[in-house]
């Protein structure tokens, strides 16, 4: 079975500290996915990367940045954290073509004070 | 622009009785759609995806959805509901336009009542 985790299931921090958010997937899947998951929202895509060191702004990239520095790890930073980033991170992975599921982890719940 | 909306925040179902969850949707060409669910306080699971061939697709844990190109809609079912099946639902598009990205729709709350 495909895995996907990440570092952290809660976390809490102060404004306008740095954040990072791991997420590391054992499939070997190409692509790689962060998203937010607000009430009546939805899942709203950040950022996603297609290969190492390769990443593409998402919907609502504003705030964030991204690393990935080998295949199966990507890294959601928030450069200095606001109180409306408290979310629910989710990661996700993917092989590269046609209609592919992706494999979500089980989420990093974030409040920021 | 490609879209998925679910018209209903809720469904409430009572244990054993069929359930439906609606989804349409709005892309240019054919189609990939997918369903995941989310239990409470996890990740979202896939469930099952549409790409070609027959409209009435089965996927996990005895759902299915229905695939209708003239109403342009995907709706999910299951023919008797368990009170474990009580979840957040996502329907979901491809996003055509670009890349290998995903579109989600907002979600709608599932209720199987005892």
């Known amino acids: 079975d495909v895995k996907v985790t990440q570092s952290s299931r809660y976390l809490v921090k102060r404004t306008g500290e740095k954040v990072f958010l791991e997420c590391v997937q054992d499939?070997?899947?190409?692509?790689m996915f962060w998203y937010r998951q607000d009430p009546g929202l939805g899942l709203r895509l950040i950022y996603f990367?297609?290969?190492?060191?390769?990443?593409e702004k998402g919907d609502i990239p504003e705030g964030y940045s991204v690393s990935r520095e080998k295949k199966e790890r990507f890294s959601l930073i928030l450069e200095s954290a606001s109180t409306n980033q408290t979310s629910m991170y989710l990661c996700?992975?993917?092989?590269?073509?046609?209609?592919?599921?992706?494999?979500f982890g089980p989420g990093t719940r974030l409040t920021v004070l | 622009a490609q879209s998925v909306a679910q018209p209903e925040d809720q469904v409430n179902v009572a244990e054993g009785n069929p359930l439906t969850v609606k989804c349409t949707y709005s892309?240019?060409?054919?189609?990939?759609l997918f369903w995941y669910v989310q239990y409470p306080n996890r990740g979202l699971q896939f469930l099952l995806k549409?790409?070609?061939?027959?409209?009435l697709v089965k996927g996990s844990y005895g759902f299915e959805a229905e695939f209708n190109k003239s109403q342009t809609s995907f709706h999910l079912k299951k023919p008797s509901a368990l009170v474990s099946d009580s979840a957040l639902y996502f329907c979901?598009?491809?996003?055509?336009?670009?890349?290998?990205?995903?579109?989600f729709g907002k979600g709608t709350r599932l209720h199987i009542l005892p």
């Open positions: 892309v240019s060409g054919n189609p990939y």
């Open positions: 990367s297609y290969d190492v060191k390769m990443k």
């Open positions: 549409y790409i070609t061939g027959d409209n």
């Open positions: 979901a598009v491809r996003d055509m336009g670009r890349d290998d990205k995903i579109i």
């Open positions: 499939m070997d899947h190409e692509n």
């Open positions: 996700a992975s993917s092989f590269w073509a046609g209609a592919n599921e992706q494999f």
